[in-house]
């Protein structure tokens, strides 16, 4: 048998380079297949990550349109509580009821006293003000979201606005009985209060009503608070009593049982001056170890009240190559707490932000406008339609000091009197303005003209009130010019009667006599004939005449019983007695005789007294530091952007995207709406 050339059905066995090629084939494979993975994974993080981007962005836009609906609510609430004076520009908006000069209050903890005094109102499902929040039936800490957001109480009262539970810890978390904002849910068409039935409606992304966020908020009483910007001083610096107790402003406040509550307590005061007024004290050392130059006590004096910035910004002075600093924001002043370490229950009592148009709040005083253009007497400029009246200086009276005056035709503009006579017989007479002879009555064409300020016996009429007669007004002007003179001579003021002869009113040299400037508006009250009312038509020294927004200032209508205390104590008793002072703790059963919604600054001033003290202790330590004009408020703001999930079928079913939230500081006129200032702090959590 023959063999063939090899078996039938045998296999070639395969190449090396083969084997090599599939390997290779297989690892291009698979690298390519780990690129796309990572590929897909980047992809996948960019666009969560740009998701989150995008969603905190719409967060912050919607922060910032709803403080725009929160503030344009505020001004709308000014209108519809008020009769509008629309006869010149702007409008004027006097308050319907007496209650209606503060924004209503809505949301708050009952109880007596006030548990949360700073508290103004929250976002609030069924709220029944004029204005109401829009509130749903959600809250924004008791009704989680779908991927488990919410804000705790402890992080709405991050700021300690509201008192806190636990005195004894740094911890923020608020008293038990506040209640946490409710959600405003906003949509494609804005705003509006919705419920369980609406939501499939804004779950649906080609519907109208398609939910885009929401937001809640708090507003609080800014003007409640204690601007430490210039509130309190410290022993170390040398201040006289004299100097302290007549008051007259914030940086005469007493903080010593606020941030010092027993004698083993540090002394912060020291460090907040040193480094407050670093430049001004020339302060030397470190926190808990500052020392103040030999000057320190006339620099700090200057600073009070020669202040060219009225406390908005900080003096020019340098002192080794810095001025003096200021807070700018809330947050900064509660990192400072939080270094220095004192207690933080203070904040409740501390702002950064406190503003007030240095202009009459008296209704009969805030009617007057102004018809045609004049110079006025502190050199701006009259615009027709705005407020006819700027507050007079007391200072003014340095004019007529001397008999015959320096200056007459100052005297004459500004007091409406005329030197006349020689020797014995030299004699003040009520010429009015622009008279030339001795007048019967007083000048009321002003009044409707508008061309013109009134003289200084012209506003005490007004402060009086009424039609008083030009005898009683003269008298009153006679008696507050014996009280701030050194000398010891009554003045006399000649005038006509109604038939023609001529009468003088003449002052009284009584006790307790002055005999000196007034250091507050408030000790015009010495002078017999004198009004809580005119407490707001005057003030003290000529550089308050032109300002028209000043810091360091306190609502009249506070709730807040520790910052009228702090105000109140230290205020010297009598004016025969600089040295002996009010305690803290007669100044806290005072701070509580002040209830009741008043109109003007000095408005039932008088009929307050502190035990041991005299009848005007209240309005010397009080009137120059407060304001019923001006809302100074902060508003807490938290925004969410987001969307309902797709089988919602509640409120609390939201899937939140990005989140955003800012204090908002803010300065509104009570009588125009206008907004005076304003400072936006974005919260860092």
Not at 66 to 82: M, Y
Not at 310 to 316: A, G, K, S
Not at 430 to 443: A, N, P
Request: proline content about 4%; charged content about 20%; overall charge neutral.
């Amino acid at each position: 048998m023959i063999n063939g050339g090899g078996r039938a059905g045998a296999r070639c066995a395969p190449k090396p380079s083969q084997g090599a090629a599939l390997v290779v084939v297989l690892s291009v494979i698979l690298l390519l297949a780990g690129l796309v993975v990572a590929y897909l994974s980047h992809a996948m993080l960019q666009r969560r990550i740009s998701s989150q981007s995008a969603g905190q962005v719409r967060a912050d836009l919607l922060a910032r349109s709803a403080l725009s609906i929160i503030v344009g609510d505020l001004k709308r609430e000014i209108v519809l509580r008020s009769d509008a004076d629309t006869s010149g520009a702007p409008a004027i908006y006097f308050p319907k009821t007496a209650a209606a000069i503060l924004p209503e209050r809505s949301g708050n903890p009952s109880g007596s006293p006030d548990p949360a005094p700073n508290l103004i109102r929250r976002s609030v499902r069924n709220d029944p003000i004029t204005v109401p929040s829009r509130a749903s039936a959600v809250n924004s800490t008791d009704d989680i979201s779908v991927n488990g957001r919410s804000v705790g109480l402890s992080r709405w009262n991050a700021h300690y606005l509201v008192p806190k539970s636990n005195k004894l810890t740094a911890a923020s978390d608020p008293i038990d009985t506040f209640k946490a904002p409710d959600w405003v849910m906003v949509t494609r068409c804005g705003v509006a209060v919705k419920t369980d039935t609406e939501v499939a409606a804004m779950r649906d992304p080609l519907n109208g009503d398609y939910a885009i966020g929401r937001y809640a908020y708090a507003i609080y009483d800014e003007g409640s608070l204690l601007d430490l910007n210039v509130a309190g001083y410290d022993v170390a610096i040398g201040l006289s009593a004299t100097q302290t107790s007549a008051k007259g402003s914030l940086a005469f406040a007493d903080l010593k049982y606020l941030l010092c509550p027993d004698s083993s307590s540090p002394d912060w005061l020291n460090d907040i001056l040193g480094w407050r007024n670093f430049a001004t004290l020339q302060a030397r050392g470190d926190f808990g170890l500052h020392n103040f130059t030999f000057g320190a006590r006339s620099a700090y004096s200057a600073f009070v009240l020669d202040n060219p910035a009225n406390f908005l910004t900080v003096p020019q002075t340098t002192w080794k190559n810095h001025t003096d600093q200021m807070f700018t924001n809330r947050q900064e002043l509660i990192a400072f707490r939080r270094s220095l370490g004192f207690i933080s229950n203070s904040l409740t009592y501390l702002g950064t932000f406190s503003r007030e148009l240095n202009l009459p709040t008296l209704s009969r005083a805030v009617r007057l406008r102004v018809g045609k253009a004049f110079a006025r007497r502190d050199g701006s400029a009259a615009v027709p339609g705005e407020s006819l009246l700027h507050r007079f200086a007391l200072e003014r009276l340095d004019e007529m000091i001397k008999l015959p005056p320096a200056d007459p035709i100052a005297v004459q503009q500004d007091f409406g009197l005329v030197a006349t006579g020689t020797g014995e017989q030299l004699a003040w007479e009520y010429y009015g303005v622009s008279g030339t002879c001795m007048k019967s009555s007083l000048d009321t064409a002003w009044m409707v003209k508008g061309d013109r300020e009134p003289d200084f016996f012209e506003l005490i009429a007004l402060g009086m009130g009424g039609t008083p007669a030009l005898a009683d007004v003269l008298v009153a002007g006679a008696n507050i010019i014996d009280q701030y003179d050194a000398d010891k001579i009554t003045t006399r003021i000649g005038f006509l009667s109604s038939s023609g002869s001529v009468r003088y009113a003449v002052g009284t040299e009584r006790t307790p006599i002055l005999n000196r400037r007034f250091q507050s508006v408030g000790e015009l009250r010495y002078a017999a004939g004198t009004t809580d009312d005119m407490l707001d038509i005057f003030c003290v020294r000529r550089s308050e005449e032109a300002v028209r927004l000043r810091a360091g200032i306190v609502n009249r209508n506070t709730h807040n019983l520790d910052t009228l205390t702090a105000i109140l104590a230290g205020a010297y008793k009598k004016s025969s007695n600089f040295s002996t002072v009010l305690s803290g703790n007669i100044a806290l059963v005072t701070a509580k005789k002040l209830t009741g919604i008043v109109q003007s600054r000095g408005e039932g001033l008088g009929n307050i007294t502190a035990q041991t003290g005299d009848a005007v202790l209240v309005s010397r330590a009080l009137a120059d530091v407060a304001t019923t004009r001006v809302w100074n408020l902060m508003i807490d703001v938290v925004a969410q952007s987001g969307r309902f999930s797709l089988n919602a079928e509640h409120l609390n079913q939201f899937v939140v995207e990005g989140e955003s939230r800012y204090w908002l500081h803010i300065a509104l006129d009570r009588f125009t709406g206008r907004i005076l200032d304003v400072q936006s702090e974005s919260v860092h959590e």
